[in-house]
């Protein structure tokens, strides 16, 4: 049997349906850009972790001019270090059928023998190479997807000035390229960029590093001082062209997939924030009118004995349902979007799987949170409920005390209409409400300016960078530095107007114990295609 307090809940919804329709919808948005963001980020993390332990990620990397093999017992019984792999690395001019544009690809020295190596490859189709045949690659699997390349498909690449035609025998993916792009691009172009792993032996040949190699990627053991082995590794790199040998927090790949999932923690933090703020704000005000319009009810049934605790827990379990509907939808609406996500991020992202899942503590938390919120709008507007007498509440509220606000007590009576005389005085009689009132407008807002930030942020770059910045059509890069010479024989070819060179030297800054690896550019101080410019 139902009682009367419950039914008058329920008429009492059924009577505010539109405002309750409000509440829910707007924790509904809450809830649905937690589950979104917080699923989406656990999802990704995860897969992010495993797969970095299953195929072996480097801890440390390091590049060389050309260094022999010899000294790798050295770099090896430095302490900490617990697995050593040499490798040759160089990009190379690739020639694809149908495309127009040159493309270029990075590639890497693989065992010509499959063995466990840092960095490992998941083959996503076809096969490893075998031995003896130079001329077997794999290729990325971005790079195959983008260009419709499978394996049996054959590809003209330059390698060290040499054309070259490769065959491909299967597409992998590595804990190394899982955000795939060309050295200096903020986002992936899989058209004319890619990874492609091959021989060891048909590098070095190309390269003349036999006995030698140009990249070295080191594992560490549990425990190990990063910085400690960094420094004894550039020491003994030194005398072999090293650039410096860094940590996997700055390696590209790591780089942007680490720092995008720091702003999926942070926008799955202050997103719902707004909106169940703006929950608590609503629910304070519906409750706080229903609360004053029903005074002579609550005398009616103090008078028939219902006591504080159930009066109060009545009003609050009306906030309650409309909050439990609009989480409920979010909680839905955030799964279904948050798929839809994680299913976006798998197009940049390469994965060998990409799951994702629905964390049930996920849902709790959603749950705790917009409930948390609706108590929090419900307190005020509850405690006026309980704390009436019943003789107090049958008589009407009393008249509000007005008075002249400060506008008017400073001389401005005359000079101020009667609305805005009438609108200052409610302001300074219930600053609280007032206040309350202008912090869910700036939240509301704050929402659009979240929304639209991105947009503009982007295009804000795009204007700096390609337009005001750097200015040129296209770029030529060297393995090696060039005479100056070089300038007048690429200003000679057709439809070339202007020519200006510059040079890119890796380095390290350091200022005490901080130091940061980055890149001087040398640019012509007269020059209009590379500008430096100020704020």
Same mark, same amino acid.
């Given at each position: ?17 539109? +405002? ?7 924790? $509904? ?35 060389? @001019? ?33 495309? #127009? ?12 023998? =499959? ?18 045949? =130079? ?8 790079? %195959? ?8 498909? %054959? ?6 000035? @040499? ?12 804990? #190394? ?42 594992? !560490? ?10 420094? =004894? ?19 590209? /790949? ?25 929950? $608590?704000?609503?629910?304070? !005000?519906? !409750? ?5 319009? +029903? ?6 049934? @103090? ?9 109060? *827990? ?20 955030? *799964?279904?979007?948050?798929? +839809?996500?994680?299913?976006?991020? $798998? #197009? ?18 959603? %749950? ?10 419900? *307190?005020? $507007? ?15 509220? /009393?008249? %509000?005390?007005?008075?002249? /606000? ?82 007048? #024989?690429?200003?000679? !070819?057709?439809?070339?107007? @202007? ?35 100020? /704020?």
């Amino acid at each position: 049997m139902i009682s009367p307090l419950n039914r008058k809940l329920f008429r009492d919804l059924l009577h505010m349906r539109g +405002q309750v329709i409000a509440v829910a919808l707007v924790v $509904a948005c809450g809830v649905s850009s937690f589950v979104l963001l917080r699923n989406t980020y656990r999802s990704l993390l995860a897969t992010q972790t495993s797969y970095y332990s299953e195929y072996r990620f480097a801890d440390i990397f390091a590049q060389a @001019k050309r260094a022999p093999v010899a000294i790798l017992p050295r770099i090896a019984e430095i302490p900490g270090v617990a697995f050593v792999q040499p490798r040759i690395v160089s990009l190379a001019t690739l020639d694809f059928p149908g495309v #127009e544009q040159p493309a270029s690809g990075l590639m890497i020295s693989i065992p010509e023998v =499959r063995a466990p190596m840092l960095n490992d490859l998941h083959i996503v189709r076809g096969r490893y190479i075998e031995p003896g045949k =130079r001329d077997e690659i794999l290729i990325s699997s971005a790079l %195959a997807d983008r260009n419709g390349f499978k394996p049996g498909d %054959a590809i003209s690449a330059v390698i060290n000035g @040499k054309w070259t035609r490769l065959q491909i025998v299967g597409t992998a993916l590595s804990p #190394e390229f899982i955000y795939e792009i060309r050295p200096g691009d903020l986002f992936p172009d899989n058209k004319h960029y890619g990874v492609i792993w091959i021989g060891r032996e048909a590098l070095e040949s190309a390269f003349d590093m036999d006995g030698a190699f140009n990249d070295l990627a080191i594992s !560490l053991a549990p425990g190990a001082n990063r910085q400690r082995v960094i420094d =004894r590794l550039d020491a003994i790199l030194e005398d072999y062209g090293g650039l410096g040998a860094y940590t996997r927090d700055d390696q590209t /790949s790591n780089y942007f997939i680490t720092n995008e999932l720091a702003e999926l923690k942070v926008s799955g933090t202050i997103i719902p924030a707004i909106f169940l703020g703006v929950t $608590a704000f609503l629910i304070h !005000l519906v !409750l706080s009118r229903l609360v004053r319009t +029903q005074r002579d009810q609550i005398a009616v049934l @103090k008078a028939f004995g219902y006591g504080d605790g159930a009066i109060g *827990w009545h009003y609050l379990k009306l906030a309650l349902l409309a909050v439990s509907g609009g989480t409920a939808l979010g909680a839905a609406v955030g *799964w279904y979007f948050g798929l +839809q996500l994680t299913e976006l991020y $798998a #197009e940049f992202f390469r994965f060998p799987v990409l799951s994702y899942r629905m964390a049930p503590d996920v849902l709790i938390y959603s %749950a705790l949170i917009s409930f948390g919120a609706a108590a929090v709008g419900a *307190w005020v $507007a509850v405690e006026r409920a309980v704390s009436l007498p019943p003789a107090e509440a049958m008589r009407p509220e /009393s008249p %509000a005390n007005y008075r002249a /606000s400060i506008p008017e007590r400073l001389g401005l009576k005359e000079a101020l209409p009667l609305s805005i005389r009438i609108i200052s005085r409610n302001l300074e009689r219930n600053p609280v409400k007032a206040a309350l009132t202008i912090l869910g407008i700036a939240l509301s807002v704050s929402l659009l300016i979240v929304g639209f930030y991105f947009f503009d942020a982007i295009d804000q770059i795009i204007e700096i960078q390609f337009r005001t910045t750097f200015r040129e059509d296209a770029n030529v890069i060297f393995n090696e530095p060039r005479p100056a010479r070089t300038r007048f #024989e690429v200003m000679s !070819l057709p439809g070339v107007m @202007k020519v200006e060179p510059y040079r890119t030297v890796p380095v390290r800054l350091r200022n005490g114990h901080r130091s940061r690896r980055t890149a001087l550019l040398g640019i012509d101080p007269d020059g209009e295609l590379q500008r430096i410019v100020d /704020s």
